[in-house]
C-alpha cells in the first residue's frame, strides 16, 4: 500500500518562509516524478510546482517563480518544497503528488499517489 506524507506546514508572516516535505512508503520517491500542489479556501486546486524523478528538470507555476524552490533529498528518498517571501495568496493546504508527469505547462499535470496535505497559512 502506497502512503504519501507531508509534513513542514505552518502559520507564517508574510515575508517569512517554510520547508515542505513530501515522504512516502510503498514506492520509492526518486524513482518517480513528484508535484506540489495547493487548494486555497474557495478555490480549486491548483499546481505549484514538480520535479523529474532524477532532479534534473522543474517547472512552477507563475506566481511562485523565483520564490519556492523544489529539491530531492535522496538519502531521505524526499521532495522538498522551499518556499520564501511568502504571502497572503500562498495560504492552502498544500499536498504532494507522486507519479505525476512533470512538463512546462504545469497546469497539465495530475498525480496517482496523493498525500493528505499540510495547511499552510501566512498572515499578520
Known amino acids: 500500500q502506497v502512503q504519501v506524507v507531508e509534513s513542514g506546514g505552518g502559520l507564517v508572516q508574510p515575508g517569512g518562509s517554510l520547508r515542505l516535505s513530501c515522504a512516502a512508503s510503498?514506492?520509492?520517491?526518486?524513482?518517480?516524478?513528484v508535484g506540489w500542489f495547493r487548494q486555497a479556501p474557495g478555490k480549486e486546486r491548483e499546481a505549484v510546482s514538480c520535479i523529474s524523478n532524477k532532479g534534473t528538470f522543474t517547472s512552477y507555476t507563475d506566481s511562485v517563480k523565483g520564490r519556492f524552490t523544489i529539491s530531492r533529498d535522496n538519502a531521505k528518498d524526499t521532495v522538498d518544497l522551499q518556499m520564501n517571501n511568502l504571502k497572503p495568496d500562498d495560504t492552502g493546504v498544500y499536498y504532494c503528488?507522486?507519479?505525476?508527469?512533470?512538463?512546462?505547462?504545469?497546469?497539465?499535470?495530475?498525480?496517482?499517489?496523493w498525500g493528505q496535505g499540510t495547511q499552510v497559512t501566512v498572515a499578520t
Open positions: 510503498g514506492v520509492v520517491l526518486r524513482t518517480l516524478e
Open positions: 503528488a507522486a507519479d505525476t508527469f512533470c512538463r512546462a505547462d504545469i497546469t497539465t499535470i495530475h498525480g496517482h499517489y
